[in-house]
């Protein structure tokens, strides 16, 4: 009976525990592809060939956000499941805008690489995962923000025989988490957008997109057709027409006309008819 009684508690405890592992999962998912899925970690370095160097994690979120004060990273520990480090990503440096995303990076001299699994979760301001992934594996920690969910492995790693200056990122075109894949590692793009990767439709275009346009066309269009018309029609039209007409028809008529009429006609008749009649008559 003693051995029935445990076997019950145990399968009791299981049951809620596994339905509590299902529900917290299911917020997750939710949660990531309503809102997350903008802001996620594109591109990060862990492993190469010798003494490690130049890891980091690079996050891509909207051309909106100018930074990415109160989000931090949570390290976590495959081995044990607990969280070794978190950081705040208030300083993560903004190198570049494509496509309506920005891209930064943080140097994480502490990413672990060995025989377990390793996880990373990206945490917004209300202390809510927006992606928990992992490489090598899965983990399920046992503390921190990400207590209690399983971890996504991206299914491609670096290893001991990675050259330096290789990473593993996102390849694909889109805008969202859901639209790109992890590649092998390939030469490393540290906060810019990633090799085989295009970001399409995520929001306003870079500022160098709309100047070009705007200040080619209205220069060659106003200048060269206001300047040539108007110009060549007013000067030679008014100039030569006032000039011809005013100049020869006033200047022949006026004079010709008054100065012959008026001596020839006054000076002949009234000098005749008088001289000839007074004298004839008392004569005869």
């Known amino acids: 009976m003693k051995l029935i009684a445990v076997a019950l508690i145990g399968l009791i ?9 299902a529900s ?3 917020r997750q998912g939710h949660r990531r592809d309503e809102q997350v899925t903008q802001v996620f970690i594109n591109e990060f ?16 979120f909207p051309f909106e956000m100018t930074n990415l004060n109160g989000y931090n990273l949570e390290l976590y520990n495959g081995k044990n499941g607990r969280r070794y480090d978190n950081i705040e990503l208030s300083a993560c440096v903004n190198d570049q805008v494509a496509g309506g995303k ?19 979760a990206l945490v917004d301001p ?10 090598e594996g899965t983990v399920t920690p046992i503390q921190g923000a990400a207590q209690g969910m399983t971890s996504t492995d991206i299914g491609v790693r670096e290893t001991g025989k990675t050259p330096v200056g290789h990473s593993l990122q996102l390849g694909g075109t889109g805008c969202v988490l859901s639209d790109f894949t992890w590649q092998s590692p390939i030469a490393a793009t540290r906060g810019y957008i990633n090799t085989n990767q295009v970001m399409e439709n995520c929001g306003p275009p870079i500022t160098s997109a709309p100047t070009a346009a705007p200040t080619a066309a209205p220069t060659e269009v106003s200048t060269a057709a206001p300047t040539s018309v108007p ?15 005013s100049t020869t028809a006033p200047t022949s008529a006026p004079t010709a006309a008054p100065t012959a009429a008026p001596t ?7 000098t005749a008819p008088p001289t000839a009649a007074p004298t004839l008559a008392p004569t005869s």
Not at 231 to 245: D, G, L, Q, R
């Open 126 to 135: 209300n202390n809510l995962v927006l992606q928990f992934l992992s490489y």
């Open 13 to 21: 405890t299981g049951t809620y525990a596994g339905t509590r592992g």
């Open 231 to 245: 110009t060549a029609v007013p000067t030679a039209a008014p100039t030569a027409a006032p000039t011809e007409v």
């Open 24 to 26: 917290d999962s299911s």
């Open 264 to 270: 020839s006609a006054p000076t002949s008749a009234p």
């Open 45 to 60: 370095h862990y492993d190469n060939a010798g003494t490690d160097v130049g890891e980091f994690v690079e996050i891509s």
């Open 102 to 120: 920005r891209f930064c990076s943080v140097t994480v001299s502490r990413l672990r690489n060995g025989k377990f699994a390793d996880g990373i």
